[in-house]
């Protein structure tokens, strides 16, 4: 089991920035997978970001050139930095955690972190 805490969210007006965090905790494998989802109301979850174990990076297009994610391997920790934000932007961010070991595909969601962006 691996256990995800979110942290960060909150209420910003437009053109703000707001950083997210999320620490991982648990049965952690090494080589992994950490990403931010979110979804807004009446919308399906949609991927913002995402970033290996190894540092290579994946951007939903309404995020690149705005929003950067990282991560601290020791730490076993993501964060999502999120600039120039939109009220498009307001959604809950899910923090999730992937893997596949031996063949198996391991998946884990966190509770969600509320981001409202006003305009």
């Known amino acids: 089991q691996v256990q995800l805490v979110e942290s960060g969210g909150g209420l910003v007006q437009a053109g703000g920035s707001l950083r997210l965090s999320c620490a991982a905790s648990g049965s952690i494998f090494s080589i992994n997978t950490m990403g931010w989802y979110r979804q807004a109301p009446g919308k399906q979850r949609e991927l913002v970001a995402a970033?290996?174990?190894?540092?290579?990076?994946n951007y939903a297009d309404s995020a690149k050139g705005r929003f950067t994610i990282s991560r601290d391997n020791a730490k076993n920790t993501v964060y999502l930095q999120m600039n120039s934000l939109k009220p498009e932007d307001t959604a809950v961010y899910y923090c999730?955690?992937?893997?596949?070991?031996?063949?198996?595909?391991?998946?884990?969601w966190g509770q969600g972190t509320q981001v409202t962006v006003s305009s």
């Open positions: 970033i290996t174990s190894g540092g290579s990076t």
């Open positions: 999730n955690w992937r893997t596949i070991r031996l063949g198996v595909p391991y998946n884990y």
